[in-house]
């Protein structure tokens, strides 16, 4: 149990999973979302449902608008959500996390925070089935954080210490661009293939066409990660995505089998900008993205 007060904006699958773990730990912990869905949770809890922390019924503080100034602000909201989602916060916090996924995000929170937005990731697999319930299905979860200001180190060291004796084990790395890239390399290759083919990570791996596609979506990757200050080897994230497990999906293709809209721009959409930023091409992360578009019957992501 910490003494921190930690605000967490978009209690979904992420979000909600760690207002769980950070309430059942004892933590000082405010949900913010929608009138419809705070109402919900002040009045009903949070439902959890995970393989990590086991099954409970958390109840955190819970309300449309933040207006307290907090300790940590945990932004755990869709790419597509973020300024609707800012809209309903009015204080100060002192720390901002944010756990989206992509890179665009972090220009955008700093327009407003300043350096006290850090480069932060989560690995997880975790969704919102419902207001208010989070099922959480991954064996491991881990959160990464880092900040190009040194004045920032102390306040992510607390806050990754509140994490861990949660039951969710956190870091604090050197390089911004390492943690945002170590995380998505790999997520862009899962969540371009997974989507583009409707089909888990091991069937993908046993058709050798498809296995082609992911490796060269990697590298490609990798590549851009790497021309923009982080240190990838593509090989580790090959071996890491050979070692997961047969069924392992991805957001991304369960929001289009919901009928979401899929996070095409937020994820290979910000590995392609990057790209044509650096001068890196991403031909094999395109490719997939267009036939995501098409199966989802939306636009391709824009570079520009």
């Known amino acids: 149990m910490s003494d921190l007060k930690i605000a967490i ?19 000082g912990v405010t949900v913010v979302a929608r009138e419809s869905t705070a109402a919900l949770i002040a009045r009903d809890g949070l439902r959890v449902q995970s ?17 307290d100034d907090v300790d940590v602000l945990v932004v755990a909201t ?6 609707d989602a800012l809209a309903r916060v009015e204080g100060e916090p002192a720390l901002v996390v944010p756990l989206l996924n992509g890179l665009d995000h972090l220009p955008r929170l700093r327009e407003r925070f300043g350096t006290r937005a850090v480069a932060g990731t989560i690995r997880i697999e975790a969704d919102r089935p419902k207001a208010g319930v989070v099922v959480q299905t991954s064996p491991g979860v881990r959160v990464d954080l880092a900040s190009a200001d040194p004045e920032r180190r102390p306040a992510l060291e607390r806050f990754a210490a509140a ?21 998505l390399v790999r997520l862009n290759a899962l969540a371009c293939t997974t989507s583009a083919f409707d089909l888990p990570l091991g069937e993908i791996r046993a058709d050798a066409e498809k296995r082609a596609e ?10 851009v990660a790497n ?7 593509p090989d580790d994230t090959v071996a890491e995505l050979d070692a997961a497990h047969a069924t392992l999906g991805s957001s991304m293709r369960r929001d289009i089998a919901a009928g979401r809209v899929p996070e095409l721009d937020a994820i290979p959409g910000a590995v392609m900008r990057a790209g044509a930023r650096l001068a890196v091409p991403t031909p094999a992360v395109a490719a997939l993205a267009a036939r995501i578009a098409r199966r989802a019957g939306i636009p391709a992501p824009s570079v520009a």
């Not at 490796?215 to 990798?222: L, P, S």
């Not at 021309?227 to 080897?233: E, H, L, M, Q, Y």
């Open 51 to 67: 393989v990590v922390l086991g099954d409970m019924v958390a109840r955190p503080a819970a309300t449309a608008r933040l207006a």
């Open 78 to 83: 869709k790419a597509a959500g973020l300024d």
């Open 163 to 183: 994490l861990t004796a949660a039951g969710v084990p956190a870091r604090v790395e050197a390089s911004e661009p390492q943690v945002l890239w170590s995380k």
């Open 9 to 27: 904006l978009g209690p979904g699958g992420v979000g909600g999973f760690l207002a769980g773990a950070l309430a059942r730990a004892g933590d």
């Open 214 to 223: 992911l490796v060269a979506c990697v590298r490609e990757t990798a590549a």
């Open 227 to 233: 021309a923009d200050g982080a240190a990838i080897d």
